[in-house]
């Protein structure tokens, strides 16, 4: 027998000497055994609070015999202290269940104690519960760093409410805009991804404890007294359902590519406005790379990062909706969940960071961007209004006439800063109409000046100071509110996991 397979027949492994007749093959060690320990450094810590908890919940039941509690949790206390990275995981002893149990077996002195933390335990709950709590753990970092990056774009809002830019379509200039209403334009769809990560959150965080093989057990077990030392803000109910809850996985990664959707918008403007061609910002040197072979560039790598990081979360989310399409109650759909989810949540807060970091240390060249909210006629449809208002013609008609003027201003080789004048529009009146308009200049000039026309904007969600100022003080109040909901979650379950380690040591010690 090699030394792999001795050391699973002595650790009596996924019943050899019971059920199975023969220790596991190599390839399956190598390839699906590897696979789940793999994950092990991610489960690890999640799982160890999970056996604690369900050995506590057995001990005020009092379903394991006195003399089998101390030594349980004291074993189980000693697992606990081991760093994840630590651990030995080894794939000849299978999933990260079994290492766990191999672990605590070697603590424990006497062979039969470990065995009663399988009382009315599936492998897979202990699996599910410690990947709920890690999931849980990951997704109230990425709510912090995302919390993060709404503050930043509100203070960088903020401080541009008078900064002048062209707003774009097609990326070619289509009206004037101030920096503070673009960059609300990301807040609001941040703002709406604070309300599904908050729900996805709470669904996540239902206990599924106690649900013996998969429809419930004959022992009398206190589900809502184990969800409470895990802190689970509810119970699944179902105990088959509890188990599984496929649609919570994929819920959770479609809310971060939903998420990373806005981040990458946002990053692909900040490319394009970081190019010499634009030239309305210039990157951090430390959120910046050199290309190796042409010394001039200065690339920014950090946007191009966020952008791939966007892309890999559709590739996470379509791994863990593939492999959730089975039959109910199989297991290889949560093999893959287990590791796909959290570091799906760790590669997104990542990006959340970064991008954040980015936007904290850009520098933002307002006077070129005020220069070139004027170009492109910029003006032309709030002449347009202005034409129906002073002049009483329909907004088609309007539009014929202005277009017909800057097209001829085009073909004369008048730069796209200089307004469309009175003259001009009575040229294309005759030319269209047959008649003269014979507005004044200066009324046909203040029609095109960027700084009224966005001043002009004063209605719910418009883009004058008053207007953003109003966007800005509801998305506050409602960033605000979900910071101090992040921050009070980040307490409790720090509370949670002491007040729970206090009671296993006080057992222990008992």
């Known amino acids: 027998m090699s030394e792999n397979k001795q050391r699973a027949a002595q650790a009596g492994h996924m019943g050899y000497g019971s059920r199975l007749k023969e220790q596991p093959a190599d390839e399956l060690v190598q390839s699906a055994f590897a696979h789940e320990v793999a994950d092990g450094v991610l489960l690890y810590h999640g799982m160890s609070l999970a056996d604690l908890a369900y050995c506590v919940m057995l001990c005020e039941c009092a379903l394991i015999p006195l003399s089998a509690r101390s030594p349980l949790l004291r074993g189980l206390l000693d697992l606990h202290a081991v760093p994840a990275h630590q651990f030995p995981f080894d794939p000849i002893y299978g999933d990260v269940y079994t290492n766990r149990e191999q672990a605590l077996r070697e603590r424990v002195p006497h062979s039969s104690v470990d065995g009663w933390l399988r009382l009315g335990r599936a492998r897979r709950e202990s699996s599910t519960v410690g990947y709920l709590i890690t999931a849980r753990k990951h997704l109230l970092r990425l709510i912090e760093a995302h919390a993060a990056l709404i503050a930043a774009l509100l203070r960088l809002a903020a401080q541009h409410r008078a900064t002048l830019m062209p707003d774009y379509t097609y990326l070619q200039k289509a009206h004037p805009t101030t920096l503070a209403h673009y960059l609300l334009t990301f807040a609001a769809p941040l703002l709406r991804d604070a309300e599904r990560l908050r729900a996805a959150y709470a669904r996540l965080n239902q206990s599924p404890i106690g649900g013996g093989s998969v429809n419930g057990s ?61 030239g309305y910002l210039t990157l951090a040197d430390a959120h910046s790379r050199t290309s190796v072979i042409m010394p001039q560039k200065k690339n920014p790598y950090s946007l191009a990062y966020v952008r791939g990081a966007a892309r890999a979360s559709s590739a996470a989310l379509h791994t863990i909706i593939a492999t959730n399409q089975t039959p109910s109650g199989q297991p290889d759909n949560r093999i893959f969940a287990y590791g796909d989810l959290p570091r799906a949540l760790d590669n997104a807060t990542r990006a959340l960071h970064l991008l954040t970091g980015v936007l904290e240390r850009a520098e933002w060249h307002t006077e070129r961007m005020a220069a070139r909210s004027a170009e492109g006629f910029s003006g032309a449809t709030d002449l347009g209004d202005y034409l129906s208002e002073a002049a009483e013609l329909d907004p088609r008609t309007a539009h014929r006439l202005i ?26 009146a005759q030319a269209l109409l047959g008649r003269m308009l014979n507005l004044p200049e200066d009324a046909v000039r203040k029609a095109q000046d960027a700084a009224a026309i966005v001043e002009s904007r004063r209605g719910l969600g418009g883009a004058s100071a008053d207007s953003v100022t109003a966007l800005l003080a509801d998305y506050q109040a409602r960033y605000q509110d979900y910071q101090w909901w992040e921050d009070q979650e980040q307490v409790r379950l720090e509370m949670v996991e002491q007040t729970l380690l206090i009671i296993a040591r006080t057992i222990a010690e008992s």
Do not use: K, N
């Not at 001829?408 to 080789?413: C, K, R, Y």
């Open 218 to 278: 004959r022992l009398p077990l206190d589900r809502a007294r184990a969800a409470e030392l895990l802190g689970f803000e509810g119970i699944a109910a179902h105990t088959r359902d509890a188990m599984w809850q496929p649609d919570v996985a994929i819920e959770v990664a479609a809310a971060v590519v939903i998420l990373m959707t806005t981040l990458d918008r946002l990053s692909e403007d900040l490319y394009i406005f970081a190019t010499e061609e634009f």
């Open 403 to 428: 277009g017909y003027a800057v097209r001829a201003a085009l073909e004369a080789g008048q730069p796209s800063s200089t307004p469309i004048s009175s003259a001009a529009l009575d040229q294309a």
